[in-house]
């Protein structure tokens, strides 16, 4: 995955250590699995074992010694909390993983390591992880560095209560982690891991209870433009959203995301436009690609789930029509809203106002209009994290939508300028009665450098 900045507005005391332990646990990791992958004299090592070494000899400087556990799925560096944005999540999981694999859950730096005390740990991990007994790797003493197990009671003791933001963040992390492993299988020719790609819509669907509107924010990050598992992760979640609207039971919501999450993989395959106005040679792409790659998929085993997924796939690719199946006609808005508001470069995005009219003016010719009205009703006029301008002057980002019809226009949202172009936070509920002040249009958040997730995260 590419680095995508999660942090919290200007950067403060906390955000630099947060930000410092997201960067150790990755280059950890990094520089663990490469071992595990070359010969300890491969060139490919150098640079990784460069960016650790600085690291490590930072942090200890800094705070004496440097302890990281994982447990469960937290990470910890010195008793606290390493709070994961996309980027690191991925690392984390391969942190925890090799770990694991020699039953650990410590690895701690007690003095600035050097170059060859690294290199010492690393042909330590490597000889015992492809031994019988990988486990003796935590009899190994080092003079610098210490791995080791620890304690179901260290254990507990460590454990903290995860917010329903952080839960929310992980679960669609996982889901986007999961959708590109996916797509990763399937041009190598092999079958998709259905049953681990639930699993991660189930996660994601139990942490969205009550976090509704911050599920539709973390679609709308401009960091995740382009790559086809961020488009698929944000349509499968914006589907999601639709499903629990309708009521559909978990079977029927977990097939129409299994759907979702699958329905153009083949983006990969299709050349990327040339100029923001030139769409004719992708769209026909798209509409070859997604069916011939499913049937070579499917060929194997066509039942009538994977039969209506590949039935879904071809609609949403091309154009549902008045005898579409439901998943068609259900997924085909989200995916088209997410390919408007966030294209491939070097297609400049749509604001999502107007990507919402667009699909209001393509009612019943291709999009169902029951469906476009609840995705509207869903996301609002304005969805959360769309940055505003009031008729007061006032600068604002949404926070929340009502769902409402009466209130289709009029969300709550922050404010961060004022009229006179001064810095400012406070919520304002344009909803509320004789509040006079409403949207006059929405803005690119870009054009005003703004860090959208410091609203949304902190």
């Known amino acids: 995955m590419s680095a995508v900045d999660f942090s919290l507005g200007g950067e403060d005391e906390g955000d630099a250590a947060q930000r410092f332990a997201r960067t150790l646990l990755a280059r950890t990791a990094i520089a663990i699995k ?210 629990q609207k309708l009521g559909l039971s978990r079977t029927a919501l977990s097939e129409a995301c299994l759907a979702a999450a699958l329905h153009d993989f083949a983006l990969d395959e299709v050349p990327p436009p040339r100029d923001e106005k030139d769409t004719r040679e992708e769209l026909e792409a798209l509409k070859r690609v997604p069916l011939r790659t499913l049937l070579r998929l499917t060929e194997a085993s066509l039942g009538s789930d994977a039969l209506e997924r590949l039935a879904a796939t071809f609609e949403v690719t091309s154009r549902p029509t008045a005898g579409a199946t439901t998943f068609g006609h259900l997924i085909a808005v989200p995916c088209v809203f997410d390919r408007l508001t966030r294209p491939r470069p070097p297609r400049k995005a749509l604001l999502p106002d107007h990507a919402l009219r667009l699909l209001y003016n393509q009612v019943n010719t291709r999009f169902d209009e029951r469906i476009v009205r609840l995705f509207a009703g869903t996301l609002g006029l304005y969805p959360v994290g769309t940055t505003v301008k009031l008729n007061s002057g006032e600068l604002a980002l949404v926070i929340q939508v009502s769902g409402e019809p009466n209130a289709f226009a009029r969300p709550r949202v922050k404010v961060f300028r004022t009229a006179q172009g001064q810095s400012a936070d406070y919520l304002v509920d344009l909803m509320a009665p004789n509040e006079k002040r409403g949207i006059v249009s929405s803005i690119d958040a870009s054009e005003l450098q703004l860090n959208v997730p410091q609203f949304l995260l902190a």
Do not use: C
Not at 225 to 238: E, I, N, P, Q
């Open 34 to 243: 490469l071992s595990t992958m070359h010969a300890l004299d491969n060139a490919a090592l150098n640079g990784p074992l460069a960016g650790w070494v600085e690291t490590t000899h930072q942090g200890v400087d800094e705070s004496g010694t440097l302890v990281m556990q994982v447990v469960g799925d937290n990470f910890f560096l010195n008793g606290e909390v390493i709070k994961l944005d996309f980027s690191s999540y991925e690392a984390g999981q391969t942190m925890r993983q090799l770990l694991a694999r020699v039953g650990a859950h410590e690895i701690a730096f007690l003095e600035p390591p050097s170059p060859v005390a690294l290199r010492e740990f690393l042909a330590a991990y490597q000889k015992h992880a492809r031994s019988t007994s990988p486990q003796a790797m935590l009899n190994e003493k080092f003079d610098v560095i210490r791995v080791r197990a620890i304690s179901r009671a260290e254990q507990d003791a460590l454990a903290p209560t995860l917010d329903g933001k952080t839960t929310l963040l992980r679960g669609y992390a996982h889901l986007a982690i999961v959708i590109e492993a996916q797509l990763a299988l399937m041009k190598q020719g092999k079958h998709p891991r259905m049953a681990k790609l639930r699993r991660a819509i189930h996660g994601l669907a139990d942490a969205a209870e009550g976090q509704q509107s911050l599920l539709v924010a973390l679609t709308r990050f401009d960091a995740f433009a382009g790559a086809v598992h961020f488009h698929l992760t944000a349509t499968t979640a914006l589907t999601l959203l639709l499903a």
